[in-house]
């Protein structure tokens, strides 16, 4: 997959990406990426990318002339072209792996109030918000769909890492996690794990997903496909909140 980012600040998002899994993923040729900036597409004697907003009020507008000559230079055909703001479509693990089936993704990091309209009428694919609260800039939420993308593309994590994307994938919250020693300032590894009987594991697993999620994200419960083990699980963890000694 090509990657291209187009950024007032290209040194915030070519610094991130130098680590880690997508540095990994760049050296094993999973992906490729682009940093642009569209300061260098601007014509004018102070090369400017931004001006006041027709109507006035407060904060400055993304030029639609050199965002769309940077967007038009580094799109090729059939691109998916993000554009990063809070009034997008909320991020997600689905939209995160229908990104990862195009073949390049062309990001806008947004700026002040934003970008020209038409810019974003013309050029403009998906528009992605990472959640509801407000940050100065797209560089931080491009980093963020950048990151869960690259890490589904082929070859770039190995099968345990694809298995938990896989539980994501089923709708339900990840179990607790544990490694030695098994007893920590009095805290004991659950004995299921420490015994080590595969199927035992997997069932503990399973319930521990259940309960976090029924817990924390009922909202993901409610939409996930359970197994008719996983109704023998969740009555277990009712009958368990009734007589937790169990
Ligand atoms: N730009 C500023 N805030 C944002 C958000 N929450 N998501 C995506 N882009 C943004």
């Not at 027709?54 to 507008?61: K, R």
């Not at 998916?80 to 195009?102: C, I, K, N, Y």
Request: charged share 25%.
């Amino acid at each position: 997959m090509r990657v291209d980012i187009v950024t007032i600040f290209p040194e915030m998002i070519a610094r991130a990406l130098d680590f880690s899994i997508m540095a990994r993923a760049r050296e094993a040729g999973a992906v490729e990426f682009g940093v642009h900036n569209p300061r260098d597409r601007a014509t004018d004697r102070h090369r400017m990318v931004d001006d006041a907003p027709y109507g006035g009020g407060a904060g400055m507008v993304l030029k639609p002339e050199p965002m769309t000559a940077c967007i038009e230079a580094v799109a090729g055909p059939g691109a998916a072209v993000v554009l990063m703001t809070p009034q997008g479509e909320p991020f997600d693990q689905p939209m995160a792996r229908l990104l990862a089936q195009s073949a390049q993704m062309v990001i806008i990091c947004g700026h002040y109030e934003g970008l020209d309209e038409r810019v974003r009428h013309s050029l403009v694919t998906h528009e992605i918000s990472i959640g509801d609260y407000v940050l100065t800039g797209g560089e931080l939420p491009a980093l963020v769909v950048i990151d869960a993308v690259v890490r589904l593309l082929p070859g770039v994590l190995g099968n345990e890492a694809s298995a938990a994307e896989d539980s994501f994938a089923r709708g339900l919250l990840e179990h607790p996690h544990y490694t030695r020693p098994p007893e920590f300032r009095g805290m004991r590894v659950p004995a299921t794990l420490v015994e080590g009987d595969h199927a035992q594991v997997r069932r503990w697993r399973r319930k521990m997903s259940l309960r976090r999620t029924l817990r924390r994200r009922p909202d993901l419960l409610a939409r996930a496909e359970l197994t008719d083990e996983d109704r023998e699980l969740l009555a277990e963890i009712a009958a368990d909140e009734v007589n937790p000694a169990r």
